[in-house]
């Protein structure tokens, strides 16, 4: 990208009171860079940010303003004047079974509105768009691995009894339309596709994902994973260098996986049963030997690493820094 150079410019980052958007403000910061970042604020209570705002640098470079996705013209105070745009605020359905068609018309609708805030601002130069691998995953094609050039089917994902509908469906149309609108307007705009993201988190609260891979831990059978033949995930902190690095490199272009391990239910809980053997972990039978149910494809990180990433961190980082953060919290 040109004329923006490392850590000298100011950025946005929408949603950054999320697992993935308050890591990657902390990292945006210690490149050197100025942050903008919106949150939602609540009607009732003052929410607690302190775990932003005390981060190292932000009282110099970091600034906050209030915005909504549901009224998507709040975030262009936070927008104007930054060279960059990283967007991360969209709704986490993880757990609605069912579809909802006007939801996943008003996120689309909120995030062009946002890329059109991009292009008014005159000086917003690449948008980083935070998609998901549900985006890739669910089709009838059978593929054995899947990579950039491959998009979930929204009816098969409906009816085919996929994961998280909801949250797949929404990801999947809103990179499409996000893709359409900046081929039509110019903007450059690249999207990045994380798996399952895992490990330590500076929120106060655990986020879903990592709460979905702790369950054994917890105490319960997480049966969110239980579905997922073919577990895919990835590290918090390469998903947020994987970020910056596709918003600082030049000829960064289109779709990027970001997945650094996979692994199955069966496989997973032998592996914390040793790890973590305080927790009494249940050996749970292996699904990929079920004839019937859902084949997952692998997924394809190459164009990510071709271009020169590299990653960092396996499931032991992984579980090490996510159980770590629940023992400060009093989770666990």
């Excluded at 919106?38 to 009732?44: E, G, L, V, Y």
């Excluded at 039978?285 to 990433?309: C, W």
Aim: glycine share 6%; charged share 25%.
């Amino acid at each position: 990208m040109e004329g923006t150079k490392k850590g000298s410019s100011r950025v946005c980052v929408t949603g950054g009171t999320g697992f993935i958007g308050s890591w990657l403000i902390m990292r945006l910061l210690q490149h050197g860079y100025s942050v903008n970042t919106t949150i939602r604020s609540h009607p009732d209570r003052k929410r607690d940010i302190s775990y932003l705002t005390n981060l190292e640098g932000a009282s110099e470079r970091l600034q906050i303003f209030n915005a909504d996705i549901k009224n998507p013209e709040s975030f262009s105070a936070a927008i104007a004047g930054c060279v960059g745009v990283f967007h991360l605020a969209q709704p986490m359905d993880f757990e609605d079974e069912e579809v909802d068609e006007m939801k996943v018309k008003s996120v689309i609708a909120a995030t062009l509105t946002i890329l059109q805030a991009c292009i008014d601002s005159k000086t917003v130069k690449r948008v980083v768009y935070t998609s998901s691998d549900v985006a890739v995953l669910f089709n009838d094609k059978g593929l054995d691995i899947v990579d950039e050039s491959s998009w979930s089917d929204v009816d098969f994902i409906k009816f085919a009894k996929t994961i998280v509908p909801s949250y797949s469906v929404c990801k999947t149309l809103t990179e499409k339309a996000a893709i359409e609108f900046v081929e039509k307007k110019g903007l450059e705009l690249v999207s990045i596709l994380p798996s399952w993201v895992h490990g330590p988190f500076i929120t106060p609260h655990c986020p879903d994902t990592v709460r979905i891979f702790l369950g054994m831990i917890f105490g319960n059978r997480e049966y969110v994973l239980e579905q997922q033949k073919l577990i895919h995930f990835v590290h918090v902190n390469d998903v947020v260098s994987a970020h910056i690095f596709l918003f600082e490199h030049p000829n960064a272009k289109g779709r990027y996986i970001c997945s650094s391990a996979e692994t199955t239910i069966h496989e997973l809980s032998k592996f914390l049963s040793v790890r973590c053997p305080e927790y009494q972990i249940p050996i749970i039978e292996d699904s990929l030997e079920e004839s019937s149910g859902l084949k997952y494809p692998r997924l394809s990180s190459k164009k990510l690493l071709d271009t020169g990433f590299k990653f960092k961190y396996g499931p032991e980082e992984m579980y090490d820094g996510a159980i770590e953060c629940c023992k400060t919290r009093g989770l666990l």
